[in-house]
C-alpha cells in the first residue's frame, strides 16, 4: 500500500515533468526519441523517466539489434537482446527506431574474416537483412540500413563490405529491406554528417549512388555526437540538413548526445552545452524534412561516452542523479517557442540566452527544499509565478525571461 502510493507520486511526477517529446509534438516534429540500454532496464528511475510518453515518445536499441548480437553465427539467430527494447516500445506504445543492419562494427568475426566473394557476401547480407526485418515485421518505424559507411576522411571505408562488393552493398543492403519488410523507413545513419566537410559530401554522393541504382532509401540519420563548443551554429547545421533534403530523402537526428571534451564541466561550459543543444535542435525545427530528434540515451549515468572517449562525458540532458540539466531547459524552451510560435532566436554562446520559455512554459525540477527551486531549477523571470530562491545554488539570470538555480 505505502509503497504503491510512493510509486503513484513518483509516476505522476514524472508525468508532470515529462514534456520533451509532447512539445516537440506540437513544434511540427514526429517525435523525440531515446536509446535504451539493454542492461539498464531495471534501474526504475531510469524506466519511469523513459516510459513517459511525454518525454519519450520513441526509443531505439543500444545494442541488441546490431548483427552480432542478432546472428552470432551464420545462421544462429538469436532475437533475446534484440526484443528487449522492442517489447518495450510495443508495451509503451513508443515509436521503434531500428538499428542497424549493414555495418562493419560490432558485426561478427565469421562476417568480418570471412573469405567471401560477390555472390557469398550479397547471399549473407541478404540474408540477415530478410531474417530481421520480418521477425520485427510492423514494429520498426524505421531502419537503419546501412550505418557509417564513410570514413573520417570522407573515403569509402574500408570494410569487408566495400573491399568486396564496391558501393554495390548500399543499394543490395537497401533492396532487400524494402523487400523484407515494405512499411518501414530505410534510413543511411552517419556520425560527423554535421560538419558538413568531404564526409558530408561523400554521403551525398552515397545518396545519389542508391538513388541512382534505383533502390529505395527514405532517410538520412545524423547521428549528431558532438563536442560542447565545437557544436556548428543552428543555421549551418540547417543548411547541411537542407543538402539531403534537397535530394528528396527526408533528414532525423538519431543519436545526439554533446560531450564535454574534459571534466568537470564548469558552469560556463553547462551552459555552453544548453546552447548547443538548442542549435541541434532548433536546426531540425527550422528544416522542411527534418522530422524527429533521438538523444543517445537520456542521462549521464548510462551513457557510452567516457567508455569510448576516456576523460570525455556528461554528454547529456540529465546528470547521472536524473536531474534535469540546462541543456534539458535549452532543449524545452526551443521547443516550446517553436510549439506556440513564438520568437526561438538563436542561442549564442556566451553568453547564455535561453529563449523566453512560452505557452506552456517549460516544466522544471520540482523544488527540492522547502518552497525553493533545486539545482537547474527555474527562479524566477517574466511571468514566473513559482520560486524565486535555490536550495541548491544560487539564482542566477540567463535572459529576462529565465533565471535558473546553478
Ligand atoms: C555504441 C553503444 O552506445 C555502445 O554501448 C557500444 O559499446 C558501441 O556502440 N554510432 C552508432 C551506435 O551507430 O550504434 C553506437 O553505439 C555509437 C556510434
Redesign the pocket.
Known sequence: MYVKAILAVLLGSQAVNGQLAKLAREAGLEYFGTCI?EGNTNDQTYMNILRNLDEFDQVVP??GQ?WDSLQPQQGNFNWGQGDIVANIARQNNQLLRC??LTWHS?LPGWVRDGNWNRQTLTAVIETHIATVLRHYQGQCYHWDVV??AADDNGNWRNSVFYRVLGTDFLPISFFAARQADPSTKLYY?D?NLEYNNAKTDITVEMVKIIQRAGAPIDGVGF?G?LIVGSTPSRQALANTLRRFTALGVEVAYT?VDIRHASLPPNQQALVTQGNDYANVVGSCLDVDGCIGFTV?GFTDKYS?IP??FPGEGDAMLYDSNFGKKPAWTSVSSVLAAAATGGPSPPPTSPPPTNPPPTNPPPTNPPPSGGNCSGMWGQCGGQGWNGPTCCSQGTCQQQNPWYSQCL
Open positions: 540500454g543500444e545494442n546490431k538499428h542497424t560490432q550505418n557509417e545513419n556520425y547521428q555526437h543519436e543517445w557510452w567508455h569510448t
